[in-house]
């Protein structure tokens, strides 16, 4: 069909001739209500953004030498971390002659990941990075989404709180 046909067809309806595909041939157009049709699109793009879940990494710094008591404290902070499903990121400090045995670190980092296994999965197992072992845990699948609904409710909840009463 001809423009101009087009045109007085789109204007006859009250809508917009909107091209799809200029580079096909013949040129294929679309009536449609442009304004409607960018308001759903923005819509969606909103609600698209709303579910996507933001990925924290929280970072834990242990030492080689580390005392059993402040390990189960380290310990106690991952798994708070985890259960608020965030990501961990471990990382083993070396300093000295300790850069000599890393697999002393490896184990120290094995033995953590097996402390908090109910809770989270090895991400990236530990690997030497310089004077540093770094090790990455992320809460199960399971957990982090039903932790990320309880996060939105609260944050819901909290907007909920603050808007006025009449």
Same mark, same amino acid.
């Given at each position: 069909m001809s423009i101009?046909? +087009?045109l007085r067809l789109a204007q006859d309806s009250e809508l917009d001739l909107v091209e799809v595909a200029p580079m096909a041939r013949p040129p294929? +157009?679309?009536l449609m209500d442009y304004g409607k049709f960018k308001y759903e699109s923005a819509q969606k793009a909103r609600e698209a953004r709303r579910n996507q879940a933001l990925t924290v990494i929280k970072e834990m710094r242990l030492r080689l030498k580390i005392d059993p008591h402040d390990y189960e404290t380290k310990k106690g902070h991952v798994e708070r971390f985890l259960k608020s499903g965030d990501k961990?990121?471990?990382t083993v400090m070396f &300093?000295?002659?300790?850069?000599s045995r890393p697999e002393m670190g490896y184990r120290l980092l094995q033995r953590l990941a097996a402390d908090v296994a109910e809770l989270g999965v090895v991400e990236s197992n530990p690997k030497q990075d310089g004077r540093n072992m770094v090790m990455v845990i992320a809460p199960h &699948?399971?957990? +982090?989404?039903?932790d990320g609904a309880r996060r939105q409710a609260k944050a819901d909840k909290a907007a909920e709180g603050q808007t006025p009463t009449a």
């Amino acid at each position: 069909m001809s423009i101009g046909e +087009a045109l007085r067809l789109a204007q006859d309806s009250e809508l917009d001739l909107v091209e799809v595909a200029p580079m096909a041939r013949p040129p294929v +157009a679309k009536l449609m209500d442009y304004g409607k049709f960018k308001y759903e699109s923005a819509q969606k793009a909103r609600e698209a953004r709303r579910n996507q879940a933001l990925t924290v990494i929280k970072e834990m710094r242990l030492r080689l030498k580390i005392d059993p008591h402040d390990y189960e404290t380290k310990k106690g902070h991952v798994e708070r971390f985890l259960k608020s499903g965030d990501k961990v990121k471990i990382t083993v400090m070396f &300093r000295g002659r300790e850069q000599s045995r890393p697999e002393m670190g490896y184990r120290l980092l094995q033995r953590l990941a097996a402390d908090v296994a109910e809770l989270g999965v090895v991400e990236s197992n530990p690997k030497q990075d310089g004077r540093n072992m770094v090790m990455v845990i992320a809460p199960h &699948r399971n957990q +982090a989404a039903t932790d990320g609904a309880r996060r939105q409710a609260k944050a819901d909840k909290a907007a909920e709180g603050q808007t006025p009463t009449a």
